[in-house]
């Protein structure tokens, strides 16, 4: 867990950096709606990878039970699960007008909705 943590992050942040740099796109809608989906998953694994390894550390130093450890996985694994939804519906749901900015800056930009 701390290797994905630490090499993973700089592994994706590699691959995000070509892609900003307009080095990957190639004038793909797809790929940019391909792009912006891993990049959501990227970002949540990368962020509650985090959490997972300050509950392990906490668990750690306090000794916790069988009961309070359950407690913690079906909690977090809740909250993983529409952390995750939420992201694959919000970067699944739109239509191809989303990139219309792709010809012009040859980078994967997205316009902000609207309220």
């Known amino acids: 867990m701390f290797l994905f ?22 004038n793909s809608q797809s790929f940019c709606g391909k792009f912006t989906l891993i990049t ?5 694994m990368c962020t ?3 959490h997972v390894l300050v509950l392990l550390r ?3 130093i306090w000794g916790t ?17 529409i952390q995750l939804t939420g ?5 699944k749901g739109g239509h191809i007008a989303r990139f219309r900015y792709l010809s012009y800056a040859k980078v994967c ?3 902000m909705p609207s309220v």
Request: charged share 15%; proline share 0%.
């Open 5 to 26: 943590n630490r090499y993973g992050n700089l592994l994706g942040q590699t691959f995000i950096r070509l892609e900003e740099a307009g080095l990957l796109t190639n």
């Open 40 to 44: 959501a998953i990227y970002m949540l």
């Open 48 to 50: 509650e990878s985090i």
């Open 58 to 60: 906490g668990r750690a």
């Open 65 to 81: 039970g069988r009961r309070t450890t359950r407690i913690f996985i079906c909690s977090y694994t809740i909250y993983f699960v």
């Open 87 to 91: 992201a694959l519906v919000t970067a």
């Open 109 to 111: 930009v997205g316009t």
